[in-house]
């Protein structure tokens, strides 16, 4: 007995749903790439994409997806034989790192932990020991859809410039940018890139990075760079050059719909809908955890994100089969564990096109799924939920 037939809930942290605007919107003909409608087109979105990266400074758009805009930053900025410190608090920023090395830099990780925050202390005091200036560029991520954790870009910064380091700063906000606040300028990041298809709302294909001036100063002594991901080839006045060629047309129709969606609701709002969602999920698993079987792998409370809640097991109960029966017994589809809590929890993510019956169905089917399947947890976890947005969301 399945009960799956209907609308599928894709609570996956990426790709997340894509809005029935968002589709209609690519269900049109190609259009001339070199005069007209197109260019003004990547006029609009260029200028939006400051506009959501909060920069006076210059934005890039490829036809690539967050790995392949991770090796746009990179060989724009960097030099062989660059040294990079690669912040852990995930999956993620450590293949950020992975490709700077394939690309023929030198990376170091500080330490962390799949369960916590980067610690902007600890970045102070490694960049104060790096007395030659040896580190060139930092990368970190603002959330890591791995760990479910949020850093804090703001204090990194701060932390930075308390150092009197001159090391680049750069940020990947793939599960961040559209969903939770990001000051490109304000807190002092140098290079910030994204992706298309989480919080933006749009299929995958889509890059995005976003430069400052002191890192476009950069680049023009970068020797890493090649000529797809190249800023200064981006940057000529023949339309196509923006893109290196072709542009990618339907998905920027879609980007266009996207972006009228996330204005008209007002980033404001859409942040605090975020966080509100994410609270919610968090009040759910704190009660599910009091039956010990599952937990957050976020420790601290205030270090959990506001896209994406990753949820572990214990005592060696493993997580497959909940995320097996969610999906072919109901038709909500479950975010694996990534790294080494693979098949030792689960992500219900909470980014991007989400509302709270959605949430709220999703929730329930992760509670009903405990149930049937004898896993020990604390009844009501949906219930909190409810009660949680019932007060938060007044008449």
């Not at 259009?31 to 920069?55: C, E, H, N, Q």
């Not at 809908?273 to 601290?300: D, P, Y």
Request: proline letters at 5%; one cysteine or more.
């Amino acid at each position: 007995m399945s009960l799956a037939a209907g609308r599928e809930f894709l609570a996956i942290p990426g790709p997340t749903v894509i809005p029935d605007a968002v589709l209609a919107a690519m269900h049109r003909p190609a259009v001339d790439i070199y005069a007209g409608p197109m260019v003004a087109l990547t006029d609009t979105l260029l200028a939006d994409l400051k506009r959501i990266f909060r920069t006076e400074g210059r934005a890039y758009i490829y036809a690539a997806n967050g790995h392949g805009v991770w090796e746009a930053a990179l060989t724009n900025v960097l030099s062989r034989g660059d040294k990079v410190l690669v912040l852990e608090s995930g999956r993620f920023a450590i293949g950020w790192g992975e490709a700077a090395k394939m690309l023929g830099a030198e990376v170091e990780v500080l330490p962390g932990d799949f369960r916590r925050a980067v610690r902007p202390e600890e970045v102070e005091a490694r960049l104060k020991k790096d007395g030659k200036g040896e580190i060139k560029a930092i990368l970190v991520a603002q959330i890591d859809t791995a760990s479910g954790v949020v850093n804090d870009i703001k204090a990194i910064g701060e932390a930075v410039r308390a150092a009197g380091h001159h090391a680049l700063l750069m940020v990947d906000t793939v599960a961040s940018l559209g969903c939770v606040p990001f000051e490109m300028d304000a807190w002092g990041v140098d290079v910030a890139m994204a992706g298309s298809q989480k919080g933006l709302m749009t299929p995958a294909g889509l890059g995005f990075t976003a430069a400052s001036p002191r890192a476009r100063e950069v680049h023009t002594r970068a020797n890493m760079r090649t000529p797809y991901w190249d800023w200064t080839f981006r940057e000529g006045e023949v339309h196509y050059h923006k893109y290196c060629g072709t542009p990618p047309e339907q998905l920027l129709f879609a980007m266009r719909a996207a972006f009228d969606l996330i204005f008209a609701e007002g980033l404001d709002n859409v942040f605090r809908r975020h966080r509100l969602l994410a609270e919610a999920t968090r009040r759910a698993v704190s009660v599910w955890a009091e039956g010990q079987a599952i937990g957050f792998n976020i420790a601290e409370p205030s270090e959990r994100c506001d896209t994406v809640t990753a949820v572990v097991t214990r005592e060696g109960v493993g997580a497959q089969a909940l995320v097996d029966y969610c999906d072919r017994q109901c038709g909500v589809v479950l975010g694996r564990a990534l790294g080494h809590l693979e098949g030792k929890g689960f992500r219900i993510a909470h980014m991007g096109h989400v509302n709270a019956p959605m949430l709220l169905g999703t929730l329930s089917v992760v509670e009903m799924g405990l149930a049937a399947l004898g896993l020990p947890h604390g009844k009501g976890g949906a219930a909190a939920a409810i009660d949680y947005l019932a007060k938060a969301v007044p008449p």
